[in-house]
């Protein structure tokens, strides 16, 4: 009988905000992990990390499927009995470990039930997945098409799963998995299919999400410090992008109570995960706020930005550079006159004035 995956301590080397970011998202939900067979002296050095997330996140009431090696019998199918025994193994228990022989297609295997199981997400783990160096990085995200479900390899694997109805599908090295899933930059490939990015508005359930991305985005220094109340007003009227399996990839604010005489808005604290840093996210955000000021009838939308990349993605969007005496004379309560110096200012125009 499949035995229970053991709790353990929490993953070791991951920043704490960006762990508790990914388990909120995790939370209740079920993960199929499997773990392909390496070489006999790679068994403990694999397995090792991989148990250790998998205990992560049981204990933080993540539902776990751990298919693996080490099995004398391929005891369990994705057949309708096969997915029969993991809902009630779950439903028991909250967690589930597969052995499969070592020279099972155990990839494969894990990708056909994580279908039949329409998991949250499918993590494929194999000691032949490309490892990050200080030189390189793996493809932090992809977005397939079903035509490479035909292929071969990991990318064709993964294609399986997305085209049998799994929204998203990490790969990874064994000794990489808890920076894969648990932190912001990853460790190895995400993949989704098709049309990978939607925006909407934030709710409640997101808050605490956004407040560690606003949080890490003022450690990184491409944020400004602000008090708990202005990022309470951040979030209330917040954007967020989410990519495949509802992960938040990215978050933006679109203030307007400020600015109502003028009849315009501001975007503030625009912000992308650093995996889909490149991936168009913060320009679907943006893109969808200007649809929305202009069904709201606002003459225009504002950025203010020190950074120069940053004021480049605003002029690409349409944003014109304009003098700070061309903005709201609420924009500038409060604000650090050292700050103010280097800032650069840009509207969008929605209304033709005057």
């Given amino acids: ?37 390496g070489s006999p002296a790679d068994v403990a050095p694999h397995a090792e990390p991989v148990d250790a997330l998998v205990a992560d996140l ?43 022989p070592d020279d099972h297609d155990i990839l494969r295997t894990a990708v056909r039930l994580a279908a039949r199981l329409r998991a949250f997400k499918l993590v494929l783990v194999s000691p032949t997945a490309v ?3 200080p030189e390189s990085r793996p493809a932090s995200f992809v977005s397939l098409d079903a035509a490479h479900a035909d292929g071969e390899g990991l990318a064709a694997l993964a294609a399986e799963a997305l085209a049998g109805g799994v929204a998203t599908v990490n790969v990874c090295h064994p000794a990489d998995i808890a920076e894969e899933l648990l932190t912001y930059a ?10 990978y990015c939607r925006v909407e508005r934030v709710g409640i359930d997101d808050y605490d999400g956004v407040a560690d991305l606003i949080a890490h985005g003022v450690e990184e220094g491409y944020l400004k410090p602000r008090e708990p109340d202005a990022v309470a007003q951040l979030i209330v009227n917040g954007y967020g ?3 495949g399996d509802h992960h938040l990839a990215g978050f933006a604010a679109l203030l307007t109570e400020p600015y ?25 955000i943006v893109d969808a706020m200007l649809r929305d000021a202009a069904d709201r009838g606002l003459a225009g939308v504002f950025a203010c930005t020190t950074a120069e990349p ?9 944003f014109v550079e304009v003098p700070q005496a061309e903005l709201p004379a609420a924009k500038w309560d409060g604000y650090e006159p050292d700050r103010r110096t280097s800032l650069r200012c840009f509207l969008h125009q929605l209304v033709m004035l005057g």
């Avoid at 940053?310 to 349409?318: E, M």
């Fill in 131 to 133: 490892r990050p160096t």
């Fill in 310 to 318: 940053a004021a480049r993605f605003f002029r690409r969007l349409g």
């Fill in 1 to 37: 009988m499949p035995s229970a995956v053991p709790t353990g301590p929490a993953s070791p080397g991951v920043p704490a905000r960006e762990r508790r970011f990914y388990l909120e998202q995790f939370t209740g939900r079920t993960l199929v992990i499997a773990r392909a067979a």
């Fill in 241 to 243: 992008a989410r990519v």
């Fill in 186 to 195: 990853g460790a190895g490939t995400c993949y989704t299919l098709g049309d």
């Fill in 58 to 100: 049981v204990a933080e009431g993540v539902r776990v499927v751990l298919v693996q090696p080490g099995g004398r019998v391929a005891h369990l199918q994705p057949d309708d009995a096969g997915v029969v025994a993991v809902w009630r193994q779950l439903r028991r228990h909250g967690r589930m470990r597969i052995a499969l």
């Fill in 260 to 284: 109502a005489r003028e009849g315009l808005g501001e975007v503030c604290a625009l912000t992308t995960i650093s995996r889909f840093a490149g991936e168009g996210v913060g320009s679907q």
